[in-house]
Structure formats: structure tokens, C-alpha cells
Nanobody, 115 residues
Framework: QVQLVESGGGLVQTGGSLALSCAAS????????MGWYRQAPGKQRELVAT???????NYADSVKGRFTISRDNAKNTVYLQMNSLKPEDTAVYYC?????????WGQGTQVTVSS
């Protein structure tokens, strides 16, 4: 059984930056797509950004130009650099990793942006 272990997150003021990381707990797994989703109170979980094993990225319009996703395939780790944070970015951020036979979620990490 492989799990995703997230780190980062926390409290930051508007305009600040935070970095998230997420690593698979075991080696030997290959994930086609890794990414980040978020869920704010009272709202549905939404896509933030994804990156494929070949490096193709996809971003939600709301974070384009502010967030950068990257991954280290050798370490099965995905990163999310968040700059110019806004109060509306406040949410629980979830890591996701997908392959043909697996769709795994992390436990979530809180990001709070104060105004």
C-alpha cells in the first residue's frame, strides 16, 4: 500500500508565498499524473494544478501566473510553489497521484491566507 505524505502549508498574509510538497511513501510506483486540488469550506474540491510524468502542466485559471507545479519523478514527489497568495486561496490542499490502476489522495494540508 502506498500513501502520499504532504508537507508545507500554514498561515500567510495576503501577497505572501508558501510551498507544498507531496511524496509517495514507498518507491517502485509510477504515477502518470500528480497534482494538487483544494477544498474551501462549503465548496466542492477543485483542481489547482497537475503535472504529467513528461512534464506537461495544467493550471486552474484562478492560479495561473501565481502558482507553479513541478515534480521529481525519481522521488515520486510533487511540489506546489504558491506566490502572491490571496484570501480566496484559503483551503485544504490535497495531493493526488494517478496511474492506470491507482488514484491516491493525500490527507490534506491547510493553507490560510489572511487579509
Amino acid at each position: 500500500q502506498v500513501q502520499l505524505v504532504e508537507s508545507g502549508g500554514g498561515l500567510v498574509q495576503t501577497g505572501g508565498s508558501l510551498a507544498l510538497s507531496c511524496a509517495a511513501s514507498r518507491s517502485g510506483f509510477t504515477f502518470n499524473t500528480m497534482g494538487w486540488y483544494r477544498q474551501a469550506p462549503g465548496k466542492q474540491r477543485e483542481l489547482v494544478a497537475t503535472v504529467t510524468s513528461s512534464g506537461t502542466t495544467n493550471y486552474a485559471d484562478s492560479v495561473k501566473g501565481r502558482f507553479t507545479i513541478s515534480r521529481d519523478n525519481a522521488k515520486n514527489t510533487v511540489y506546489l510553489q504558491m506566490n502572491s497568495l490571496k484570501p480566496e486561496d484559503t483551503a485544504v490542499y490535497y495531493c493526488n497521484a494517478r496511474s492506470v490502476i491507482r488514484n491516491i489522495w493525500g490527507q490534506g494540508t491547510q493553507v490560510t491566507v489572511s487579509s
